[in-house]
């Protein structure tokens, strides 16, 4: 069930993302204008412990630019993995695919933005006798983040990007699983084509 405060933040994102995309100033970008695949450790919060990892995320974005505020908004598409997880500790492996809704600012070769969505976590039980079976849990998921043009051309340039994440599992996962939270600190390189 989505928080009351969640629905809110959607209402309002999805209410700018519409203002940016019907305004006249607006360009729209081509879509999946940027790709970016990436690593970094990760956090995985229990309520007595928290156990370190590492994560591999790829994301591919889909977004327009107001040009005269410099804003940018979009659609942020995203498959994550925690990898190496002790099995002594946590026992199972996460997978998981989040939607988030990103509105930003951009500023000569920087972006800085803010992300807010939703997603699926799936986990693989290594001790369960269904072990080959996830099983699935809703998740609310937010970032920030920064990029850097590295190189630019006409029509494409290659970034660099940190961008921090956390996902929050649905009620019963966190009881089921001992799972409060996980959070996420990605290094990736991005391409873009025909973006702004």
Sequence with gaps: ???????????????????????????????????????GPSI????????QTWGSFGTFRLGAYQERLQLIAGLDLTAWRLQDVPKTTLNY?????DVLFFLGYAQDSWNLWVGIGAGQMRI????????????????????????????RATYGKIDSSLTWSRRMPEKDWRSRYALTMIDCLEFEIGFKLMGW
């Design 124 to 151: 693989y039980d290594r001790d369960a006798p269904d072990e080959k079976r996830p099983h699935n849990s809703i998740h609310q998921a937010m970032e920030a983040g920064a990029s850097y043009d590295l190189y």
């Design 44 to 51: 995985v919060q229990t309520p007595d412990k928290k156990i």
């Design 1 to 39: 069930m989505v928080p009351a405060a969640l629905r809110r933040k959607s209402k309002l994102s999805l209410a700018l993302g519409l203002w940016l995309v019907t305004n006249p100033g607006v360009r729209a970008a081509v879509p999946l204008t940027t790709a970016r695949i990436g690593a």
């Design 93 to 97: 492996d996460v997978h998981g695919n």
